[in-house]
């Protein structure tokens, strides 16, 4: 059953998409604009950026340097956008910052620019583009959260509680904003190859590129999903966990989790 509005072709849709300069965000980027799309791509590393947007036409791929920290850089991106474009149709987060961290080894600092970025800077995000879309009654937010966020898993001391907070903060936007005309898609991926899980020193189980991430997040914003998780294998083993009773939960994350 799809939550949202399907969507029959991203060719001119206007998308702004955060967090773009690599992994997840730099692969949704070539894909949206292979798809024809207009896409602002916006991220801490102008250089890396300005990679990506040469190898699109000037008019249909717009960079722009915005740190999710800074509220103020964000609103001169989104200003850019609309001056540019008039506005947008999807945002889509991906920023994100992952340290592997145990209780063992727990850094105040690094959990605290984890929720900075993975949590605040969503909310921050939100809080800039809802008015507009409000007013319009179209447009729709993506935020890229992680199958981290269903339960606690190792590693994930910091990193986790931050993707459990944008799952319960997706329902809730979905909640107040589907019936006023907005599309929310909640998205959590499993292992990708990024900048990120190359900090990992396990063995991850179903680990996929980050062009099959983009694929799978196209795939499912266009059929109107609002739960988007994969790959499947992984991620349904892991939402089947959290509904077990904590000690079968346990016994089977040591089993099949090693780490």
């Known amino acids: 059953m799809s939550l949202n509005q399907r969507i029959i072709s991203f060719y001119n849709k206007r998308i702004w998409i955060i967090g773009a300069s690599s992994g997840i965000g730099e692969a949704c ?43 103020e850089t964000m609103e001169m991106a989104y200003k ?39 949590l605040i800077g969503a909310m921050s995000a939100c809080s800039i583009v809802l008015p507009r879309m409000l007013e319009n009654k179209s447009g729709g937010i993506a935020i890229v959260g992680s199958v981290a966020g269903y339960s606690g898993l190792p590693q994930a001391l910091a990193y986790g509680p931050t993707k459990a907070a944008l799952i319960n903060y997706c329902e809730t936007l979905y909640y107040d904003l589907r019936p006023k005309g907005l599309n929310v898609y909640m998205i959590n991926p499993g292992f990708v190859e990024t900048e990120a899980t190359a900090k990992n020193d396990f063995e991850m189980p179903a680990l996929i590129s980050a062009s099959q991430a983009a694929e799978e997040i196209l795939d499912g914003i266009q059929a109107g999903q609002f739960d988007i998780h994969f790959p499947k294998r992984f991620s349904i083993f892991l939402k089947f966990l959290r509904l077990l009773p904590y000690p079968a939960y346990f016994y089977l994350l040591k089993k099949f989790i090693k780490i």
């Open 80 to 118: 850019a956008i609309e001056n540019k474009w008039g506005g947008i149709d999807l945002m889509l987060y991906v920023a994100g910052i992952y340290e592997p961290m145990r209780a063992d080894n727990f850094q105040l600092n690094q959990a605290k620019r984890m929720i900075d970025t993975n």
């Open 29 to 71: 980027a070539n894909a949206f604009l292979s798809h024809g799309a207009k896409v602002a791509i916006s991220a801490r590393r102008n250089e890396k950026l300005e990679k990506i947007k040469t190898r699109w036409p000037n008019d249909q791929c717009l960079s722009i340097t915005a740190d999710v920290q800074n509220y």
